[in-house]
């Protein structure tokens, strides 16, 4: 019944905006002829056909009907109304498309704006249709459009030394998911209140620049300059979870507008095995990280210069809008100084993976395309920690010790204390932590090294560091062995333990020398959190090998009334 309800309301609306959108007399009445044939057309097809297209468990198995040919019919009568769509919203489009335009253009760029904006003559084609349930309150519908059009669009362009270009964008393909709200739902005609339209998925966007008369190349940087522009004016502006909201029937519609529900907090903490982009030397790789691809919250971590490995333990804050839908995008580049960085692979984890409030370890394997599943090629492999934290928690507080430094989710939820009051109640006493103490590291055993000697052994020992501090201590020298048993506890006293990390490295010991058996970096948000815990740990840059430790963690906290 939804799905019936839904095609109704959105045939309805969808064509009632286009006349909605015709200024002149003479093309309402043209549409109104238009749309009165759609409707009439619709009602036979859900008179007749509705039983073909909704039930289709009355054929047989082997009577299929597709998305594609359930659309035919709104695709036919879309056609018919395009030429009278094109007149009537190319205006309206290039009205509110130029503000967001001059809201991103370049810097090397003074104005940017329209002198020619038409939709073509080909209209575009629904491919698919569904219906999510939204309950009582509300229909979700979503919509795949696939469209190579024929626009005529010329934008002007001026730049600040005086260089006036003419650039058409040409060549426009695009498929995409469309998401429609009707909400919420009433017992007035057309039985809604409200219509919120967005981009939910873009699958492919292509299109090319040429400048009028002239060369692309004239300015050097300016088509990618244009064309970032372009992609990043979607993003923002229509791209899901922003929405634009018609009102359809008076009312107050502020509960469907975009709203912040949650912080992600994202530690940075290394990479492994990065595939090297340079041929003399390794990689420079640094880190760019997102939820919503939009410049002004996309994060960059700092490039670790040569090396394969890289450690960076980094903090990151990303504002969430829905954990439904949203996703953490990570993409690891080698900086290559004054030209383009180079992809080395790319991860994202999904937000409604999460556990709001606890803090989720994982290693990401690196792609080359997020949107190919089939990648076999080893990129490397990324190390986060994430923590989502809705807002509405109890846990904001203040640091008197860097009054410039804003915490972390993750730093409020570890620095965050209530009292118990003698009446059973909490004492809302605000107290304000340095997250400092006793780490006692017990380096236990390893199992299964890899033979370094040509007998087929080694003579194993660990030397343990905290980053910070760059602190060490090491264990003694077993000979002879590829199961070596240490259980050697070593103490440290750490400063700043939501910050710091703890790096064990394994060695061979000879008597001219070393040999480098591996290695197992850790920080120590979870010891923090547990207090105390015995796990193995794989030995990375090695062929084989398992580090077995006990972590224990003595809070000394710093407490200052606030």
């Given at each position: 019944?939804?799905?019936?309800?839904?095609?109704?309301?959105?045939?309805?609306?969808g064509?009632?905006?286009?006349?909605g959108?015709?200024?002149?007399?003479?093309?309402?009445?043209?549409?109104?002829?238009?749309l009165?044939?759609?409707?009439?057309?619709?009602?036979?097809?859900t008179?007749?056909?509705?039983?073909?297209?909704f039930?289709?468990?009355?054929?047989?198995?082997?009577?299929?009907?597709?998305n594609q040919?359930?659309?035919?019919?709104?695709n036919?009568?879309?056609?018919?109304?395009?030429?009278?769509?094109?007149?009537?919203a190319?205006?309206?489009?290039?009205?509110?498309?130029e503000?967001?335009?001059?809201q991103?253009?370049?810097?090397?760029?003074?104005?940017?704006?329209?002198?020619?904006?038409?939709?073509g003559?080909v209209?575009?084609q629904?491919?698919?249709?569904?219906?999510?349930?939204?309950?009582?309150?509300?229909?979700?519908?979503?919509l795949?459009?696939n469209w190579?059009?024929?626009?005529?669009i010329?934008?002007?362009?001026m730049?600040?030394?005086?260089?006036?270009?003419?650039?058409?964008v040409?060549n426009?393909g695009?498929?995409?998911?469309f998401?429609?709200?009707?909400?919420?739902?009433?017992?007035?005609?057309?039985?809604?209140?409200?219509?919120?339209?967005?981009?939910?998925?873009?699958?492919?966007?292509?299109?090319?620049?040429?400048?009028?008369?002239?060369?692309m190349t004239?300015?050097p940087?300016?088509?990618?300059?244009i064309e970032?522009?372009?992609?990043?004016?979607?993003?923002?502006?229509?791209t899901?979870?922003?929405?634009?909201?018609?009102?359809?029937?008076?009312?107050?519609?502020?509960?469907?507008e975009?709203k912040?529900?949650?912080?992600?907090?994202?530690?940075l903490?290394?990479?492994?095995?990065?595939?090297?982009?340079?041929?003399?030397?390794?990689?420079?790789?640094f880190?760019e990280?997102?939820?919503?691809?939009?410049?002004?919250?996309?994060?960059?971590?700092?490039?670790?210069?040569?090396e394969?490995n890289?450690?960076?333990?980094?903090?990151?804050?990303?504002?969430?809008?829905?954990?439904?839908?949203q996703?953490l995008?990570?993409?690891i580049?080698?900086?290559?100084g004054?030209?383009?960085?180079?992809?080395?692979?790319?991860?994202?984890?999904?937000?409604?993976e999460l556990?709001?409030?606890?803090?989720k370890?994982v290693?990401?394997?690196?792609v080359?395309?997020?949107?190919?599943q089939?990648d076999q090629?080893?990129?490397?492999q990324v190390?986060?920690?994430?923590l989502?934290?809705?807002y509405?928690?109890?846990?904001?507080f203040?640091?008197?010790?860097?009054?410039?430094?804003?915490?972390?989710s993750?730093?409020?939820?570890?620095?965050?204390?209530a009292?118990?009051?003698q009446?059973?109640?909490?004492i809302?006493r605000?107290?304000?932590v340095?997250?400092?103490?006793?780490?006692?590291?017990?380096?236990?055993?390893a199992?299964?090294?890899a033979?370094?000697?040509?007998?087929?052994?080694?003579?194993?020992?660990?030397?343990?560091?905290?980053?910070?501090t760059?602190?060490?201590?090491?264990?003694r020298v077993?000979?002879?062995?590829?199961?070596p048993?240490?259980?050697?506890?070593?103490?440290?006293?750490?400063?700043?333990?939501?910050h710091?990390m703890?790096?064990?490295?394994?060695?061979?010991h000879d008597?001219?020398?070393?040999d480098y058996?591996?290695?197992?970096?850790l920080t120590?948000t979870?010891?923090?959190?547990?207090?105390?815990?015995?796990?193995?740990?794989?030995?990375?840059?090695?062929?084989s090998?398992?580090?077995?430790?006990?972590?224990k963690?003595a809070?000394?906290?710093?407490?200052r009334?606030?």
């Open positions: 019944m939804s799905f019936v309800l839904g095609v109704v309301i959105g045939v309805l609306v064509v009632g905006l286009i006349v959108f015709v200024k002149s007399e003479n093309y309402r009445s043209k549409c109104r002829s238009e009165a044939t759609t409707i009439a057309a619709f009602a036979r097809m008179v007749e056909d509705s039983r073909k297209i039930t289709p468990e009355q054929y047989p198995p082997w009577v299929v009907f597709s040919q359930k659309l035919n019919w709104l036919s009568h879309l056609e018919k109304i395009w030429p009278f769509v094109d007149e009537a190319s205006e309206l489009v290039k009205s509110s498309v503000p967001i335009l001059e991103y253009r370049p810097m090397i760029l003074a104005s940017l704006k329209f002198s020619k904006f038409t939709l003559t209209a575009p629904f491919t698919g249709i569904s219906i999510l349930e939204g309950g009582s309150e509300g229909i979700t519908m979503e795949e459009m190579d059009g024929n626009p005529s010329i934008l002007d362009i730049t600040y030394v005086g260089v006036g270009l003419p650039v058409q040409k426009i695009f498929t995409g998911i998401r429609l709200i009707f909400r919420p739902l009433v017992d007035e005609f057309p039985c809604f209140g409200a219509v919120c339209y967005s981009l939910r998925k873009k699958k492919k966007l292509d299109f090319t620049l040429k400048v009028v008369g002239g060369d004239a300015i940087g300016i088509s990618d300059a970032g522009t372009i992609r990043d004016a979607i993003e923002d502006s229509i899901w979870p922003v929405r634009k909201i018609i009102p359809i029937l008076p009312g107050d519609y502020s509960d469907l975009l912040p529900t949650g912080v992600l907090e994202v530690k903490v290394q990479a492994k095995e990065l595939t090297n982009k340079d041929i003399i030397g390794k990689s420079d790789p880190a990280l997102y939820v919503r691809p939009v410049r002004d919250r996309m994060k960059k971590s700092k490039t670790i210069n040569n394969l890289p450690i960076w333990n980094e903090h990151f804050e990303f504002v969430v809008e829905d954990p439904l839908t996703h995008v990570i993409k580049y080698d900086d290559e004054l030209q383009a960085a180079e992809l080395i692979g790319c991860a994202h984890v999904r937000l409604n556990e709001p409030g606890k803090v370890d290693w990401l394997k690196l080359k395309d997020l949107e190919i089939r090629k080893n990129r490397g190390h986060l920690e994430l989502y934290c809705p509405g928690t109890t846990n904001g203040s640091n008197p010790f860097a009054d410039n430094v804003q915490l972390t993750l730093e409020k939820l570890l620095k965050s204390g009292e118990p009051a009446n059973g109640g909490e809302n605000r107290k304000d340095i997250v400092r103490g006793v780490l006692s590291v017990t380096v236990i055993s199992e299964d090294l033979p370094t000697d040509l007998m087929g052994k080694a003579d194993p020992y660990v030397v343990v560091t905290m980053k910070k760059e602190t060490k201590n090491k264990t077993v000979p002879e062995s590829l199961n048993v240490w259980n050697q506890t070593f103490d440290f006293v750490v400063e700043d333990g939501l710091d703890l790096i064990l490295e394994v060695w061979d008597t001219f020398g070393k058996m591996g290695r197992c970096i120590l979870r010891v923090l959190m547990e207090g105390e815990y015995k796990d193995t740990f794989e030995l990375d840059g090695a062929k090998g398992k580090l077995n430790l006990h972590l963690w809070p000394q906290p710093l407490y009334d606030s």
